[in-house]
């Protein structure tokens, strides 16, 4: 079992910069890989950003060239560095995990642990 916790989400005005930080515990040695993702009311979950144990990231195109993830594994905290932010970039946002090994995917399904959720506002 993995437990996570997301921080950092907050208001901002368009072109500033948020980070997002999701702490880990439980099971942290079989993470495989671990992602962000972000949802909007009335719209499906989408995929942000993954990074796997061997590096690999992957990021969606909406949001490539302002976001970088990464991780600190000392302090089993995952982060999200958000720059230039949008209006559009609004959403409540959720770190995830999966053990499996697998691409560095963006898929829901490619994820199997979740955490709560931060909110993100983005205004113009």
């Known amino acids: 079992q993995v437990q996570l916790v997301e921080s950092g989400g907050g208001s901002v005005q368009a072109g500033g910069s948020l980070r997002l930080s999701c702490q880990v515990s439980?099971?942290?040695?079989?993470?495989?890989?671990m992602g962000w993702f972000r949802k909007m009311p009335g719209k499906e979950r989408e995929g942000v950003a993954c990074?796997?144990?061997?590096?690999?990231?992957n990021y969606a195109d909406s949001v490539k060239g302002r976001f970088t993830i990464s991780q600190d594994s000392v302090k089993n905290t995952l982060y999200l560095q958000m720059n230039s932010l949008k209006p559009e970039d609004t959403s409540t946002y959720y770190c995830?995990?999966?053990?499996?090994?697998?691409?560095?995917?963006?898929?829901?399904?490619?994820?199997?642990?979740w955490g709560q959720g931060t909110q993100v506002t983005v205004s113009s």
């Open positions: 995830a995990t999966a053990s499996w090994r697998w691409r560095c995917g963006l898929a829901r399904t490619d994820f199997a642990y």
């Open positions: 439980g099971s942290t040695y079989s993470i495989y890989r």
């Open positions: 990074l796997d144990t061997k590096g690999t990231t």
